[in-house]
């Protein structure tokens, strides 16, 4: 095992930006339980490290915990949601379905998903900043900071936080305790499944799955990392997730690049992130529920702000007709919910491929209402910086 570097313990918060409002969302409007979270997101980050031997990383699904968040699901839901991605990764890493995938799932239909969640998860960002306009100027503040200079200003917006929380909700007391085990009902995995989960798919297949290997083969060369071996591991730590209280779990592209952006270059960056998860739920779950709990809502509010921002971001490259397909989606999930959006961008999808083919729509090209929205955050805030 290599030596741990400095850039291995830096690189352990490059993603912070994305765990940090998805657990506060999941555990503060869902009722997550903070043990389970943590020490499955502990366990699936240590394990991945030493499964991988390079610093994998593990992150909340997005389209699952801002669907929850956005449309206030009951915790059963979430383990729902995990257990039933869990096991469809465990068949497709089991089968030949990995590459039946890769060929049927449009990519545009993952970037319109990406924009459908940023509109729902914006939209509740902007509630809760509306709960106190000097708080959400305050938020808005650190939000500009922060999409300058990420971890300075997640640190100052965790620090304001503290210090306008009650003071008996800010120490952390030791208090060991354990996840709730606990098997999801079938109601639950076929609801936070149809809700959530399967719009989820998509994102997962590309971004943590296909563009997480790929990364992962430049940055690492010399230990290439196989998609099917990725799918497996998504499946293994949705199970536990489920079993244990947790939250929905994947790898993720963009959290490699930052960590790596960071200096983390071997396991040891999942060796300390990992422990210091599992330390939080094993041993201050209770403390840190309460903490989450008197989170301030604006501040809360500029974090989701900045995940659905990222989430706006990564669906450039939208024209033509998926750019409106795309944009259907995205008003779909805002009015109904993503689990629908995602099965009415398919069949507009093929209603539309079928009427071009017989020349009853025109092919259309340049840009559309989706790729100007997803340019917006470079726009109003220029190009953001990651140090």
């Known amino acids: 095992m290599p030596r741990p570097r400095l850039g291995d313990l830096v690189g352990a918060f490059g993603d912070v930006g994305t765990l940090l409002p998805l657990a506060a969302g999941l555990v503060i409007v869902a009722h997550v339980d903070p043990a389970g979270l943590f020490v499955t997101f502990g366990l699936a980050t240590l394990l991945s490290g030493i499964a991988y031997r390079l610093p994998v990383p593990v992150q909340p699904q997005k389209a699952v915990a801002a669907a929850a968040i956005a449309e206030r699901w009951p915790a059963g839901q979430v383990y729902g949601a995990a257990l039933g991605m869990g096991l469809f990764w465990l068949v497709v890493a089991a089968t030949p379905l990995l590459a039946w995938l890769r060929r049927t799932v449009p990519a545009f239909i993952a970037r319109g998903v990406q924009l459908g969640l940023a509109f729902t998860l914006g939209l509740q960002a902007v509630l809760l900043l509306a709960r106190s306009v000097p708080l959400a100027v305050v938020a808005l503040a650190l939000l500009a900071v922060t999409l300058r200079y990420r971890l300075l200003g997640i640190a100052l917006t965790i620090a304001a936080a503290v210090v306008l929380m009650p003071r008996d909700v800010v120490g952390l007391a030791l208090v060991p305790a354990l996840p709730t ?98 330390a939080l739920g094993i041993f201050f779950a209770p403390g840190l529920g309460s903490a989450l709990a008197a989170f301030p809502m604006p501040l809360l509010g500029s974090l989701l702000l900045l995940v659905a921002l990222e989430l706006l971001s990564s669906a450039r490259g939208l024209f033509g007709w998926q750019g409106w397909i795309a944009t259907a989606m995205a008003v779909l999930a805002v009015a109904t919910n993503i689990g629908l959006a995602f099965f009415a961008g398919f069949a507009i999808a093929a209603a539309v491929r079928a009427a071009v083919h017989r020349g009853w729509l025109p092919r259309l090209k340049g840009r559309t209402p989706a790729e100007y929205l997803a340019r917006l955050p470079e726009l109003v805030f220029g190009e953001t910086r990651a140090a």
């Open 181 to 278: 085990l606990s098997l999801p009902r079938g109601a639950d995995v076929l609801d936070g499944m149809l809700r959530g989960g399967i719009a989820q798919l998509p994102l997962t297949l590309a971004n943590a799955i296909i563009a997480t290997a790929s990364l992962g083969a430049r940055y690492f060369p010399e230990r290439p990392i196989a998609e099917r071996r990725l799918a497996l591991s998504t499946g293994a730590m949705n199970v536990a997730a489920a079993l244990l209280s947790g939250a929905p779990l994947c790898h993720g592209a963009g959290g490699l690049a930052a960590q790596y952006f960071y200096g983390a270059r071997t396991q040891w960056k999942n060796v300390i992130e990992g422990s210091l998860a599992l």
